[in-house]
């Protein structure tokens, strides 16, 4: 199969998660700067997920560039990992609401987790496809940047018992890390 409909599918839902999320976000009452002060967390919390939907979206365009054809493992790959994404918007939603408070926090960063570790099979069931010297395989065959994400996210997770507030730095450290697209498929697609 062709990764049209695949594409076509996963934009979408990543389209819908990012609507949802913003309208998690409520106005409010009152019309001066200082209003906006108890809405900031969530705010702040939006900006970060929303980096973070762009990185994956960025991410899985630039996989599926590099992919000749996909199988029915491909797809439910896909599929676990736009389930994980879904819960962006309520992980999003509590943890804005609740000022960065531990079980938020830490919820957050499993969403994180477990949505990287979704992103690491469905790139093994590509590569497993698609051969290791193809070149998707020349790119994410033990890919460190991938591996030190997971780590840094159970780190996080960890943390935000203890402080929050380092575990957020642990996440938006990741999301810098990966905000740029890894050069390595466009110059393999060059090739």
């Not at 879904?86 to 926090?105: I, R, V």
């Not at 996440?171 to 697209?181: C, E």
């Amino acid at each position: 199969m062709k990764t049209g409909r695949l594409e076509a599918f996963s934009d979408g839902v990543l389209a819908i998660i990012i609507t949802i999320m913003v309208l998690g976000m409520s106005a409010p009452e009152g019309y001066t700067f200082e209003a906006l002060r108890p809405i900031l967390p969530v705010f702040l919390t939006y900006i970060l997920s929303f980096i973070y939907v762009g990185i994956y979206w960025n991410n899985h365009h630039h996989l599926l560039q590099a992919v000749n054809l996909v199988n029915g493992k491909i797809l439910w790959a896909n599929l676990n990992l736009l389930f994980w994404l879904s819960l962006f918007p309520f992980a999003t939603d509590w943890m804005g609401k609740n000022y960065f408070e531990d079980n938020p926090t830490a919820i957050y960063g499993g969403v994180l987790l477990m949505a990287a570790i979704a992103f690491k099979i469905m790139v093994y069931c590509v590569i497993k496809n698609e051969g290791k010297e193809s070149n998707i395989g020349k790119v994410y065959n033990n890919d460190k940047r991938m591996n030190i994400s997971l780590f840094l996210y159970l780190a996080g997770i960890v943390i935000s018992f203890f402080l929050p507030i380092i575990s957020l730095l642990i996440y938006l450290g990741v999301a810098l890390m990966w905000i740029v697209p890894d050069p390595r498929i466009e110059r393999t697609l060059k090739d």
